[in-house]
């Protein structure tokens, strides 16, 4: 089993900046890919940027050059982050991350608000 735990959302102004965070605890030694989901009210839950464990990222469009994935790897944690640049409204969601094991189980976060308003 993994367990996360994200933190960090919030309130933040249009063209602002958030970074958020996400402790992977537990077997982490399982973890090929992890990754932050988001999912915007009425909307379905959108993939938005992932890392592997050799460090390949990728990046949806709509987040494409504002946000900055990387994670940080300890004995026991993995810390992942999602640094967010030039927000935008379109940006507000609960923000989710996931690790997923070689065999595809995916372990989940309970996930972190983001809101971006004026």
């Known amino acids: 089993q993994v367990q996360l735990v994200e933190s960090g959302g919030g309130l933040v102004q249009p063209g602002g900046s958030l970074t958020l965070s996400c402790a992977a605890s537990g077997n982490i030694n399982s973890i090929y890919v992890m990754g932050w989901y988001r999912q915007a009210p009425g909307k379905r839950r959108e993939l938005i940027t992932t890392?592997?464990?050799?460090?390949?990222?990728?990046?949806a469009e709509s987040v494409k050059g504002r946000f900055t994935i990387s994670r940080n790897n300890t004995k026991t944690t993995v810390y992942l982050y999602l640094h967010m640049n030039s927000l935008k409204p379109e940006d507000t969601a609960v923000y989710s991350c996931?690790?997923?094991?070689?065999?595809?189980?995916?372990?989940w976060g309970k996930g972190t608000p983001v809101t971006v308003s004026s």
């Open positions: 890392i592997t464990n050799g460090g390949n990222t990728n990046y």
């Open positions: 996931q690790a997923r094991r070689v065999d595809s189980t995916a372990y």
